[in-house]
């Protein structure tokens, strides 16, 4: 039993595949499934259960889950408390990042990334923020920025801002008409066909629970995920939308648009960094998280 064999375990049993564990690997899945094989042959007993939609965990897997987890975690942190002794944060660190904040965010991120960690590689991966949270769980990330996170003993979250949210339309012709219009009440909103994410987006799902506090459902028109398609259609077929500002202005249709603030509750949205509660945080995710908290309020706050 090595160590590289328990990380592949691992990987599979999170994953439930060995076809999606050797894509996250970047190993030909015959070489992990033969690892898998010989620590199975080294315990004497099964620790996958195989079948069509990929594997479960036999009652001997689920104890070396545990097991194995543990004893990769202590070696995670050896390896970043002499990390941390040598000097400058190194390695590889990913951060998931909801599309809305990615489109603003990616490129200042990087470029401060590369000239604060110059021996450290960053990558970006792009997801609802439910998603996110399960890439999270399982290892993808190491890091990210998710809206209205519910909070778990499986993840670590510290509020970065609230932005608040806005209902969006078709800016009118008439002279001198500009971006921000009147208030407009949580009610009145739930009386405007909406083009909206499905569930379980986070905006979603937030107007939804709001609504329902005051006795009101979305009138959902369509259900689109695009931030650019969502404008084009409120913009030239009469919907309505309802996102953050900072959408809006950086979408580069704010010109043909109208925002106007929700009220009577207000409503916002938060957005949190997120961590893993169950993984230590060297140096590293510590100093990117407080770069990235500080890239967004200086680009939102």
């Not at 008439?174 to 987006?201: D, M, T, W």
């Amino acid at each position: 039993m090595d160590l590289k064999q328990l990380e592949y375990f691992v990987h599979v049993a999170e994953f439930g595949s060995f076809t999606q564990a050797s894509r996250y690997l970047a190993v030909a899945q015959p070489a992990l499934s033969r690892q898998v094989r010989a620590l199975e042959v080294e315990l004497r007993q099964p620790l996958f259960e195989r079948n069509g939609r990929g594997v479960t965990l036999t009652e001997a897997g689920k104890r070396l889950l545990d097991h194995s987890r543990g004893l990769l975690l202590q070696v995670e942190r050896a390896r970043q408390d002499l990390e941390t002794h040598r000097g400058a944060p190194a390695g590889r660190l990913v951060i998931g990042l909801p599309p809305s904040v990615s489109r603003t965010l990616t490129g200042p991120l990087v470029r401060a990334y590369r000239e604060q960690f110059p021996n450290a590689t960053l990558s970006i991966v792009e997801g609802l923020s439910t998603y996110v949270l399960e890439w999270l769980a399982i290892g993808r990330v190491d890091c990210a920025l998710v809206y209205n996170a519910v909070p778990s003993a499986e993840v670590e979250l510290t509020p970065v801002l609230e932005e608040k949210l806005y209902l969006v339309s078709a800016r009118g012709k008439a002279r001198g008409a500009k971006l921000v219009g009147p208030a407009i009440g949580l009610v009145e909103v739930a009386q405007h066909a909406l083009v909206i994410p499905s569930r379980p987006h986070a905006m979603r799902m937030l107007l939804e629970s709001e609504l329902a506090h005051v006795g009101c459902k979305a009138k959902v028109a369509l259900e689109i995920e695009s931030v650019p398609a969502m404008l084009d259609l409120v913009q030239h077929d009469g919907f309505h939308a309802v996102l953050s500002l900072n959408a809006i202005e950086s979408s580069g249709q704010a010109d043909a648009l109208q925002v106007r603030p929700i009220t009577k509750p207000p409503l916002a949205a938060t957005l949190w960094i997120a961590t893993s509660a169950q993984r230590p945080r060297g140096p590293l995710i510590e100093e990117t998280t407080q770069l990235v908290k500080a890239l967004v309020l200086r680009h939102w706050g």
